[in-house]
Structures are given as structure tokens and as C-alpha cells.
């Protein structure tokens, strides 16, 4: 069972009890919600805040390739970039993370041993998530055998929209207990949730099985990330922590490529769950072509100029 479970025991007793539980929740004010979300996004970060913020970003980012024509070599060149990110300024941070499938943990570990860089695989038949769960225990346990540091795995959408809770919860559940030691993602496509009732219930839900981190989404729906969705959930672990003394990180992923992007999220974590979020134990990026951009816009504001169009790698 999760760590979490027993000051929510009562509500996962049963499917009728989570129902209970989940559709309990406050509604949300999507009005609201998006206003609130777009007056953020419209603060003003400059000079010494906008650097440090800058290279905020990009020590938060899981840095991700996850395409079929993925190649070992790809994932090196990957794994050398998330370790030394500028190579023309040694100052730059690293990553948290490579994301990449199963099948390439192991090179991303042999090629991130000792860098302190982590490894993160997606696991549960991602993207889909359509397999037994035997099939998706299997995915996990190879990761982790591989040596990945964290699985990001995605929920049964179509088990959650028909509303059977007491499944997805307990997918979680058994995904974690194969985690050993590996930080646990969960992510709830949430382009394909289509409420954000939904998102707030997927959030919890999550949480009380046991997540390390509640993330949005695949990258591979045309919905991904947006502002209301990352701060409805950090409203979420918010909460979660108020209740239970437990924080839970967050982690957008998909359509986060600019700089200017990257900030606004950094001030919708601030300003909704604080602080104590702002570190990237608790938060990520899950992004691909984010980090040119923060890489540019570093230079720039050491520098007081682009760089051209070969200072960065193109991944």
C-alpha cells in the first residue's frame, strides 16, 4: 500500500467510497482558473531574477527523447548534453533527468554514472497505456533493472472516464510497489480528461496511491501542458500537503519550448505552491527543444547578444 494510505483508508475501501470521495471534491471555477492563470503569465521577470530563473529552468528540465527511431547513440549525445548542457561556460547547470523508453535505460545510466543526472523511463506501456497489467509491471521491473531512477508512468484513461477509480487507483498502487526505490510519476493525459473535475480527481487520485510526481501529460496529444492545467494541480499537491504533512511534485510536459514559457510556469509554482516547490526535487519540465532556448537566452543576458544558429546542439 501506498505511504499515503492510511489517512485516506476510508475513501479506497471500495469503488463506491473513492467515487464518493473524488466526486466530493470542490468543483472547479474554470473561469476563474483561467483568468488566474493568465494574470500570472503576464508578471515580469527581468535582470538578476530573469538569469536566476533562467538557470532555475533548466536544472528542472527531463530532458526527453522518445521517438521510435530513438538509437542508443542519440541517447548518448543526449545524456552528454544533459550533463554539460553549454560547453562554452562550465557554469551552466545540468538537467535533472533524461527521459527516454525502457529499452534505452541502461545506456542513459552507463552514460550518466556519476554525473548525478537521473534517469527517468516512461514505463506502462506509454503512451497508450494499453496492455495487461502484468505487461506493464514487466515494463516497469526492466527500467528499474536497467537503471532508471524514476518511472513515469501513464493511467488507464479509458478506466478513469468510465469511472472505474478503484482500477486506476490500484494500477498505481502495484506500479509503486515495483518502483523499489525509483521516484514515481504519474501522468494523466490530461488533453484527453476533458473537465478539469477530471484533472482535479485525476490529481487526487494519484496522490493518495502513492505518486512522487503528478505530470500532465504524454507529449504526444495535441493537449498538453497549459497554465490552468499545471496550476490546478499545484493547487492540488498544495492541499495534498496541507492534509497529510506529504508533498508531491508536479511535472508539465509537452508544448513548453521558450524561455518566456519556461518563467511563466516558475511564477505559477511560486505563487500557488510556493517556495518549497521551487527546486527540482519537486518540480520538472518535460521537454525536448526547451533547453536551446534557455541555453540562448542565457547567453544572451551574459553576453547582450544572440549567438548564432549553430551554438546550440539540435536534438
Known amino acids: 500500500m501506498p505511504t499515503t494510505a492510511p489517512a485516506f483508508a476510508d475513501a479506497t475501501a471500495s469503488e463506491g467510497a473513492l467515487r464518493r470521495f473524488l466526486h466530493g471534491l470542490p468543483g472547479v471555477d474554470t473561469v476563474g482558473l483561467e483568468a488566474r492563470a493568465a494574470s500570472l503569465g503576464t508578471r515580469s521577470i527581468k535582470t538578476t531574477a530573469k538569469a536566476y530563473a533562467i538557470d532555475l529552468a533548466i536544472s528542472m528540465i527531463d530532458l526527453t527523447t522518445l521517438e521510435g527511431a530513438d538509437t542508443p547513440g542519440k541517447v548518448r549525445a543526449l545524456a552528454a548534453k544533459a550533463v554539460n548542457p553549454d560547453p562554452t561556460d562550465r557554469t551552466t547547470p545540468r538537467t535533472a533527468a533524461v527521459c527516454v523508453y525502457p529499452d534505452m535505460a541502461a545506456t542513459a545510466a552507463a552514460a550518466l554514472a556519476g554525473s548525478g543526472v537521473k534517469v527517468a523511463s516512461v514505463a506502462t506501456a506509454f503512451p497508450a497505456g494499453r496492455a495487461a497489467l502484468d505487461v506493464k509491471l514487466a515494463d516497469v ?18 478506466a478513469f472516464l468510465s469511472g472505474r477509480y478503484l482500477k486506476v487507483y490500484e494500477e498505481i498502487v502495484a506500479v509503486k510497489a515495483e518502483c523499489g526505490s525509483a521516484r514515481l510519476k504519474v501522468i494523466f493525459e490530461t488533453g484527453e480528461l476533458s473537465t478539469y473535475d477530471n484533472i482535479r480527481r485525476a490529481s487526487w487520485l494519484g496522490m493518495v496511491a502513492g505518486a512522487d510526481f503528478i505530470k500532465t501529460s504524454t507529449g504526444k496529444v495535441g493537449t498538453n501542458a497549459t497554465p490552468a492545467n499545471t496550476l490546478l494541480m499545484l493547487e492540488a499537491v498544495r492541499d495534498f500537503r496541507e492534509q497529510t504533512g506529504v508533498q508531491i511534485g508536479v511535472k508539465p510536459a509537452g508544448g513548453i519550448r521558450t524561455s518566456k514559457d519556461a518563467i511563466k510556469f516558475l511564477v505559477l509554482v511560486n505563487e500557488t505552491a510556493g517556495e518549497d516547490w521551487l527546486d527540482n526535487h519537486w518540480f520538472r519540465f518535460g521537454a525536448s527543444s526547451l533547453l536551446n532556448d534557455l541555453l540562448m537566452q542565457r547567453q544572451k543576458l551574459s553576453t547582450g547578444r544572440y549567438s548564432g544558429p549553430d551554438y546550440v546542439t539540435v536534438d
Open 141 to 158: 521491473r526492466d527500467a528499474v533493472a536497467a537503471g532508471a531512477d524514476e518511472i513515469d508512468m501513464v493511467i488507464d484513461r479509458g
